[in-house]
């Protein structure tokens, strides 16, 4: 069946950076975008950005411009979303999820499980 | 402050219908599909509406969606105790170049 599997909780200090991957599998890989969507502790949904598995060209929202990298593997159908200097505000679940070509046309219509990454000092 | 503007709350009794409202603008929902998504407590968002009034496989006809210039509605029909849940509207914002979601709009059953 067609999922997106992420890697495990993350526990960081203040500064530091996170790097969760997503494993895709079912699907074509570079058939579909994957796009990255954060949720902190009862708050809605933020969108953070995409990128195209087959390019590898990315766009990101503006609120994380120069502290996002998202990559992938593509011998191992696996995507990568790297946040650096972290802040205590960047505490939330991060899930990756599948998204078709062009973006403004499609939804997200497969979603990772959700990663923790929680930032204390 | 999210880009769509959704009633942060909404509610109804088993067999009513309710509606959950998602306002935008002429560079995001103006020019744009819409999709809802709904997330059950502790679960991940799941598609519920795409292209504005389109059900994926598996979704209730229970559900609708509809879109008229710059805002878009969410219809749920013959609610359910299940129902209950977070709903989200999105879409592609021309002028940010990425996706925008609504502030959520949560659901009770009561």
């Known amino acids: 069946q067609v999922q997106l599997v992420q890697s495990g909780a993350e526990v960081k200090k203040p500064g530091a950076s996170v790097k969760v991957s997503c494993k895709a599998s079912?699907?074509?890989?570079?058939?579909?975008?994957i796009n990255w969507v954060r949720q902190a502790t009862g708050q809605g949904l933020e969108w953070m950005g995409w990128?195209?598995?087959?390019?590898?060209?990315?766009g990101y929202a503006q609120k994380f411009q120069g502290r996002v990298t998202m990559t992938r593997n593509t011998a191992i159908s696996t995507a990568y979303m790297e946040l650096t200097s972290l802040r205590s505000d960047d505490t939330a679940v991060y899930y990756c999820?599948?998204?078709?070509?062009?973006?403004?046309?499609?939804?997200?219509?497969?979603w990772g499980q959700g990663t923790t990454v929680t930032v204390s000092s | 402050q999210s880009v769509l503007t959704q009633p942060p709350s909404a509610s109804g009794t088993p067999g009513q219908r309710v509606t959950i409202s998602c306002s935008g603008s002429?560079?995001?929902?103006?020019?744009?599909?819409v999709f809802w998504y709904q997330q059950l407590p502790g679960t991940a968002p799941k598609l519920l509406i795409y292209?504005?009034?389109q059900r994926p496989s598996g979704v209730p006809d229970r559900f609708s969606g509809s879109k008229s210039g710059t805002s878009a509605s969410l219809a749920i029909s013959g609610l359910r105790s299940e129902d209950e849940a977070d709903y989200y509207c999105?879409?592609?914002?021309?002028?940010?170049?990425?996706?925008?979601f609504g502030g959520g709009s949560k659901l009770t059953v009561l």
């Open positions: 079912g699907y074509t890989f570079t058939s579909y975008d």
């Open positions: 292209s504005n009034d």
């Open positions: 999820a599948r998204g078709g070509i062009p973006a403004r046309d499609y939804g997200m219509d497969v």
């Open positions: 999105a879409t592609w914002d021309d002028s940010l170049s990425g996706r925008v």
């Open positions: 990128m195209n598995p087959d390019s590898g060209n990315t």
């Open positions: 002429s560079s995001n929902i103006g020019s744009n599909y």
